[in-house]
């Protein structure tokens, strides 16, 4: 079955540099989500999209915008980057309705220098 | 407030026998949704299982289920018949779901080791 596609991988930035992340939601899937993951913690919510609209904002910096696109990706945009910035970000896909399972994609690392 | 509590850091689990993971929500919403995730040491998050709050049976899967208690806003994760490739970090997530849009929140994990 497929899955929820992230790409890079991996990401190695330098300070104040750009990155852009893309996620790929299971085929069907109208809803997006997007996560931080520091090294040991939880992952944070940062923001969702249902239907190509922002739903729902989490902890994401100003820093960072988002959007998804008509044929429902979604690409993370981060700007400034910090070192803090370094983590796993996980974009998941699900069903706006009827609400039910939610499943993550295999991540992007961020490392920034 | 914590929206979720799993207040068991770490856990031990004799191969082939049954653990339960413990989480607890807070939430004044009428309608949510109850996720565990495993998390093995390679990073990807991965999907076991969910409950909605209107959801009449406990769910199952395979050798996972979820025994949801809503008066006790309680909803652990008992897993069967341990076996090696199951030693993973464990995560108990909600979403809210509001007019507005859906807030969603994670526990912070129960690192979970099988024995053999």
């Known amino acids: 079955a497929a899955g929820v596609i992230q790409s890079p991988r991996h990401l190695i930035k330098e300070k104040r540099e750009t990155a852009t992340l893309k996620c790929y939601p299971i085929p069907r899937h109208d809803t997006v989500y997007w996560y931080q993951q520091g090294p040991g913690q939880d992952p944070q919510f940062l923001i969702s999209?249902?239907?190509?609209?922002?739903?729902d904002k989490g902890s994401i910096p100003d820093r960072f915008s988002a959007q998804q696109f008509s044929d429902y990706h979604s690409e993370l945009n981060m700007s400034s980057l910090e070192l803090g910035d370094s983590a796993l970000y996980f974009c998941?896909?699900?069903?706006?309705?009827?609400?039910?399972?939610?499943?993550f994609g295999p991540g992007t690392r961020l490392t920034v220098t | 407030a914590q929206k979720i509590t799993q207040t068991q850091p770490g856990m031990f689990v004799q191969e082939k026998e049954a653990v339960t993971l413990d989480c607890t929500y807070d939430?004044?919403?009428?309608?949510?949704?109850l996720f565990w995730y495993k998390q093995p040491s390679s990073g990807e998050m991965i999907f076991l299982i969910y409950?909605?709050?209107?959801?009449?049976q406990n769910a199952t899967e395979g050798r996972y289920s979820l025994n949801f208690q809503k008066a006790r806003k309680s909803a652990n994760l008992v897993i069967s018949a341990s076996q090696l490739g199951d030693s993973a970090m464990y995560f108990c997530a909600m979403r809210e779901d509001r007019p507005t849009g859906n807030q969603f929140y994670f526990g912070t994990g129960t690192s979970l080791t099988v024995i053999p």
């Open positions: 999209f249902y239907e190509k609209m922002q739903s």
């Open positions: 939430t004044s919403d009428p309608s949510y949704g």
């Open positions: 409950q909605g709050s209107y959801d009449q």
């Open positions: 998941a896909s699900s069903l706006g309705w009827p609400l039910g399972e939610q499943y």
